[in-house]
Structure formats: C-alpha cells, structure tokens
C-alpha cells in the first residue's frame, strides 16, 4: 500500500458503513463503465490502476466505482457533491462550459466536466513520479472513474429547475419513481429482470459484444478520437444533454405513466452510454497512465 491509500482505506472501511441513496449512474452503471473500462487498459497503465487501488480489491477497479456517491455528504467531501452533474438552462438543450460548470454559489469549474479536467490533470502526474503530496493519486483515479459514467448518464446534464428530472415525479410500470432515476437505475434493473436473469455480467457481456464486432464496432474508433481533453469532455457533456432532450425528457410530463414503449426505444440508448463512457475513461487512463506517448493536453 503506498501513502496515498492508507488514509483512503480508512475512509472506504466507514463508507461500508453508511451507504446513503444518492443519485448518480446507479450501481450498476458505474460498476458496468468501469468494467468496461478496465479490460481496454494497456499493460502499462493497468499496472498503474492496480498499484493505485487498495489491496482489498484485489485490483478490480469497479469495486469502488461507487465510492465517490458513497462519500458525498460527508463533511470532508461535501465539496465534491456539486461534481457529478451539471445544470445547464431550461429547455435551452445546450451546454456551454463557461455558462454552466458552477456551482449553485457561482464557483467556476464545480460541475462534472471541471472535475474531470481536474482529477485527469491530477493523475497526469502519477507517471513522473514526483513526491507531490498535494494530490492523493487514489482518490483521483476513483474520481475520475465515477465522473466519467456520471457524464455520460444523459440526465445528469439536466434542466437547472427540475434538478436534472429529480423533481418530476412518475410512474416506472406501477412504481413510483422521479425521471432522473428512471435514467439512473430503472431503466437498467428492468433490462437485467426481463432479458438478463439479474445477472449483470450476463448485460455486460452484451454491451461488450455490441462494441467489439455488433452494431457500434464501428464507431468506437470516433468515440474514444480526442486531441484536446477539455474540448472533448464538453462534447460528452453536449451528447448528454442532446439525449436529455431528444430521448430523457420527451413526453414527459409530471404523473405520467412509463412503461414499455419508453423503455424499448430507451434502453439501447443508455446501454450505448455506458459503453461510450468504458471506452473513453480506458482512452483518458491509457494517455495519462499507460504506454501511449501521445498525451492528452490537460489543463494546468
Ligand atoms: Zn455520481
């Protein structure tokens, strides 16, 4: 264990204590993203994420994909909590970096795009090997990690009324349930129940098999292209609210009932998200951590 993950084992020990709901990509889909993202590793920076992740994960990254929604409202990290998600204007259907990513008191780069600018620049420096104790180089990754599913999770670029649909209340079949967690976890517990067995690695194997030689092979190529990290985390951004728009809040209107046709035309929708997020988190950990020498211009 080096130094930076002992105080963080301490802290991951109580976090099994007390789980809080939170909203965020559900389990499963931070699990699922982080697998997806942990398999595409070069051998140099899986490497990396092994040294970096607690000895009692026994080096599986997706085991504390969650971490960051678990820790939230604690006070040490309560400033993380406006992190995994931005508001953009109602009904603008846009995303504009300098306009959004703040906080509710006006703090610039407080939303889930500036973090993940930050926590990459952060672990940008894992491979020098400096002794720079201002970053904890775990915490990081974990953060990386859980920001680049919450980005991809097309509510969490919402509208800044409805808090990202948390406040419209509905029906999922004959549930009660908000709009932001039909995208979070509804849509994903109703695919494992009627295709998948509950089995989550049944559903990845899946997602796996439509990105290696299915319907998406060819465009992973252009999802994980990126010259310039900050450019192409806004389009990330700009991808999730046009989701949001066109797919999330359509017909939607407060009380109303979802159910199938909603779920259909949606679910291969968020299961490309979720893809779309393993592979491009194991493009941003093999230029910051792996053998590629082509970098990522990362902010400063
Ligand atoms: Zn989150």
């Known amino acids: 264990m080096d130094r930076y993950s002992f105080g963080l084992v301490l802290v991951l020990a109580l976090a099994s204590i007390t789980v809080p709901s939170a909203h965020g990509w559900s389990k499963e889909g931070h699990t699922m993203t982080c697998q997806i993202a942990q398999a595409l590793l070069d051998s140099e920076a899986a490497e990396a994420v092994r040294n970096l992740l607690p000895d009692y994960v026994n080096g599986d990254l997706s085991a504390l994909c969650v971490w960051p929604d678990q820790v939230r409202h604690w006070y040490r990290y309560r400033w993380t909590s406006p992190l995994h998600f931005i508001d953009t204007p109602d ?3 846009s ?9 509710q008191h006006g703090l610039e780069n407080m939303c889930v795009a500036g973090a993940i600018q930050n926590f990459t620049s952060q672990l940008s420096h894992y491979r020098e090997g400096t002794s720079d104790r201002r970053y904890n180089m775990t915490e990081a990754l974990l953060f990386l990690s859980h920001f680049m599913g919450d980005i991809h999770q097309p509510l969490h670029v919402g509208f800044t009324t409805d808090e990202g649909g948390n406040t419209i209340n509905l029906r ?3 549930h009660k349930s908000n709009l932001h967690h ?8 109703t695919a494992l129940k009627d295709y998948y067995e509950k089995n989550t690695d049944l559903l990845l194997q899946d997602i796996k098999g439509n990105y290696t ?8 190529s252009s999802w994980e292209h990126c010259d310039d990290l900050a450019s192409c985390i806004n389009k990330f951004a700009v991808e999730s609210i046009n989701i ?3 797919w999330g809040y359509k017909d939607v209107e407060p009380g109303v009932t979802l159910a199938d046709d909603y779920f259909d035309s949606r679910m291969p929708i968020l299961m ?6 393993g592979v491009r988190l194991a493009m941003i950990l093999n230029r910051v951590l792996g053998e590629s020498d082509e970098g990522l211009a990362t902010p400063t």
């Open 91 to 93: 009904q603008a259907c």
């Open 95 to 103: 995303f504009d970096y300098s306009r959004d990513c703040h906080d």
């Open 172 to 174: 999922w079949f004959r």
């Open 182 to 189: 039909v995208w979070d976890r509804e849509i994903i517990l």
């Open 213 to 220: 030689d299915g319907v998406w092979s060819d465009d992973v």
């Open 244 to 246: 949001a728009c066109k």
């Open 272 to 277: 490309k998200r979720i893809a779309q997020g």
